[in-house]
């Protein structure tokens, strides 16, 4: 069992998703309350254990119709889906600094499998003497393999949104000592 944890740094990290709207541009979102725990006694990684809690009341897309909806049960469900959840199952080195991280997706009760690509960034001092580390996280999912089915048909042809979401991360962490609680609630 890995002995040095890891927690989020909210304040220099951020969890973005990108969709395809009207099938000519992209929609960005992102999710502003999240927590992430890493246990590893590796220095490169290659044990971590990574667990993840998204929030998903704290969407923002910018319009508030539009984060709403995404609350509603046409899509995220958040009054019966509160949270979204990620717990690893492999954290692979791949190359210098190059990952692939697999795991499993939970959005709206449904588990699923899912891989992304983690660029490791490096671990540094900062200057009060917290250790801490940084990965940049990619990902594509298909939306309705969670039950996020909802869309349009155009009158020109195509869809309102697209099915697949690009996935992007970049996740600051700080070293923390063992006896220290979990900032990862159960999902």
């Known amino acids: 069992m890995a002995t040095k944890k890891w927690i989020l740094d909210p304040a220099h990290s951020e969890l973005q998703f990108k969709v395809k709207h009207l099938m000519v541009s992209n929609v ?24 993840a809690v ?30 979204i959840a990620f717990t690893s199952t492999a ?12 795991g499993n997706l939970t959005i709206k009760g449904v588990t699923r499998p899912v891989k992304l690509q983690a660029e490791f960034g490096g671990s540094v001092q900062d200057p009060w ?10 990902g594509k999912i298909n939306r309705s ?3 996020l089915s909802y869309n349009a048909a155009l009158e020109t042809g195509g869809v309102l949104l697209s099915e697949e979401v690009r996935i992007l991360a970049e ?3 700080t070293e923390v000592v063992a006896s220290e609680v979990s900032a990862v609630e159960e999902a």
């Open 28 to 51: 960005t979102g992102n999710f502003k309350d999240f927590q992430v725990e890493v246990a590893s006694d590796s220095g490169d990684f290659t044990d971590a254990a990574v667990k």
């Open 54 to 83: 998204v929030q998903v009341d704290s969407i923002a897309t910018g319009p508030a119709d539009r984060d709403n909806h995404l609350k509603s049960g046409d899509f995220f469900d958040a009054a019966n889906f509160p949270t």
């Open 91 to 102: 954290f692979r080195k791949l190359a210098t600094g190059e990952y692939a991280l697999e």
């Open 129 to 138: 003497g917290n250790l801490k580390t940084a990965f940049s996280l990619t």
């Open 145 to 147: 393999d969670w039950g």
């Open 171 to 173: 996740v600051q962490m």
